[in-house]
């Protein structure tokens, strides 16, 4: 994933007008974005909005009827634009991402633009790890063929700055290793979904289809009510942002014209190129994921090993509010930090430009979620920034 980080593709603003994958009047009639889930509410739901205002056929993959039916009215109510629908989807679920991808291999004519937008935590580790990554690894292989006959097609992958924090251990996928906590969890499938866009892509070579993956920054969404108090990003340069401003960079690196042709890459919240973790590098764990993954999906042998989801009944899940209806975003407050780095000109070459991207690519050498203290490495600001001048040097 060398030879471009440290480089900012500028982003368009604003969004509304900006040239648009497909055609500098809007997406060509036909185009179309499964959201899988969660996707009613928060990034998904904007991301969604902005496609439907390029005039996309674009469609909602959801895990709540009710909640979806909302957003699709919502959408539509907004933009004017009738093709906007809803179809059922658990990414948690290998039987519910068949049953989905076969809808649309069955439905649809052409797929250009496949955003995996999944990311829940507070669940059991096995049900997060097959939320967020496993269902998407699947969804995505069994869509390929159409993507590439729509060909040039995107398909974009929403990680977070929080994969620097997890491990790709492909036996926590399995449940043969455990980890300490819903965020730790998380911060793994995060770190997976970049090393997935990384193998996607070389395989992708050719087929005129690119795969990138992207932070959307500090969101105040419902999922962030699932992380413990103390790992909390407190410096004032991790400021809060709404859902709406989240959805930036999925947005650009779905539609806009200037990512055209660029693929296995991460993109910073601010739309810049940017150098993830050491082991989100690492092409050899990233084949090995691959691997294992293909294995447990049933894509090597039609039979995935893949246990099919409960609800989470342990203390913890039940404590977090997981099996209830997610309760509407609250504004988070901003903490205040004694500390108050500023970018060096070092960072400012480099591309570093924000304090999150900073820590982003320097984080800690040994990517042990259990071991991370993020209360304290959030906080050192000025120290994470100049560890990030030297690894982008």
Not at 88 to 115: H, M, P
Not at 185 to 214: D, H, P, W
Not at 272 to 281: F, H, I, K
Not at 333 to 354: I, V
């Amino acid at each position: 994933m060398g030879g471009l980080q440290g480089t900012r593709v500028p982003l368009l603003q604003p969004l509304d007008h900006s040239p648009c994958f497909g055609g500098a009047n809007g997406c060509r009639g036909g185009r179309w974005l499964p959201m899988p889930a969660p996707c009613a509410t928060g990034i998904g739901k904007y991301v969604a909005l902005d496609l439907a205002r390029r005039n996309a056929r674009t469609i909602l993959a959801c895990r709540s009827q009710e909640r979806g039916q909302v957003a699709v009215e919502e959408i539509r109510a907004a933009t004017g634009n009738p093709a906007v629908l809803l179809r059922l989807l658990d990414t948690s679920s290998l039987a519910s991402v068949r049953t989905f991808a076969q809808a649309v291999l069955r439905e649809e004519k052409r797929l250009d633009v496949l955003v995996n937008n999944a990311g829940v935590t507070g669940m059991c580790q096995g049900q997060t790890f097959a939320t967020n990554y496993l269902g998407p690894f699947l969804l995505t292989n069994l869509l390929l063929d159409l993507l590439k006959a729509s060909a040039p097609a995107r398909i974009v992958n929403v990680s977070s700055f929080r994969h620097s924090a997890g491990t790709a251990d492909s036996r926590c996928l399995t449940g043969q290793e455990r980890l300490s906590g819903f965020d730790a969890t998380y911060n793994s499938t995060k770190l997976m979904n970049i090393l997935f866009t990384a193998e996607l892509a070389q395989r992708l070579q050719g087929t005129g289809v690119t795969a990138n993956a992207l932070s959307p920054g500090v969101v105040s969404t419902g999922i962030m009510r699932h992380f413990r108090g103390s790992q909390a990003p407190s410096s004032p340069a991790f400021a809060w942002q709404s859902a709406e401003q989240g959805a930036v960079s999925t947005i650009y690196c779905a539609v806009s014209e200037e990512v055209s042709g660029i693929t296995g890459k991460y993109f910073s919240s601010d739309c810049w190129l940017a150098l993830p973790s050491r082991a989100a590098r690492d092409p050899g764990l990233a084949r090995k994921l691959w691997e294992e993954s293909e294995r447990l999906t049933g894509l090597t042998d039609g039979r995935g090993e893949l246990p099919q989801p409960q609800l989470c009944q342990c203390p913890e899940a039940q404590q977090s509010g997981v099996t209830a209806p997610e309760p509407a975003p609250q504004p988070l407050p901003k903490r205040e930090s004694s500390h108050g780095a500023q970018p060096c000109q070092d960072c400012h070459r480099s591309g570093a430009q924000t304090m999150q991207s900073a820590w982003c690519n320097s984080f800690i050498k040994k990517p042990c979620a259990a071991s991370a203290d993020y209360s304290q490495m959030m906080s050192r600001s000025s120290c994470c920034f100049h560890t990030a001048c030297r690894k982008l040097s």
